[in-house]
């Protein structure tokens, strides 16, 4: 079983910067960022695979940057030039395969979540 920690999530203007960090303890072949506001689905925005290989939502592609730190078993997202429309609950996720995919389905592991608002 993998345990996922998030933190990092707060409040920031529009065109700010965070950055969120996942503690992970376990194995996992992929790790990604999901992202849920109430009454939606849950929609992926970056994954890491084992190899390196990352893929990332057509809304955050040149302003999100996801990373792990293999020495700290932490996963990263840098996210920069925020826009209140990425306000959201964002979860770390992991899974046992290395498929590059944004979708829900296959990840088996997931955080609590950490909650991101960008407003002015």
């Known amino acids: 079983q993998v345990r996922l920690v998030e933190s990092g999530g707060g409040s920031v203007q529009p065109g700010g910067s965070l950055v969120l960090s996942c503690a992970v303890s376990g194995a996992a072949y992929s790790l990604a960022w999901f992202r849920q506001a109430p009454g939606r689905e849950r929609e992926g925005v970056a994954v890491l695979v084992s190899g390196g290989s990352t893929k990332y939502a057509d809304s955050v592609k040149g302003r999100f940057t996801i990373s792990q730190d293999n020495a700290k078993n932490t996963l990263y997202m840098q996210m920069n030039r925020l826009k209140p429309e990425d306000t959201d609950m964002y979860y770390c996720?992991?899974?046992?395969?290395?498929?590059?995919?944004?979708?829900?389905?296959?990840?088996?592991?997931w955080g609590q979540g950490t909650k991101v608002t960008v407003s002015s």
């Open positions: 996720a992991s899974k046992t395969d290395s498929q590059p995919s944004l979708h829900a389905i296959g990840f088996n592991n």
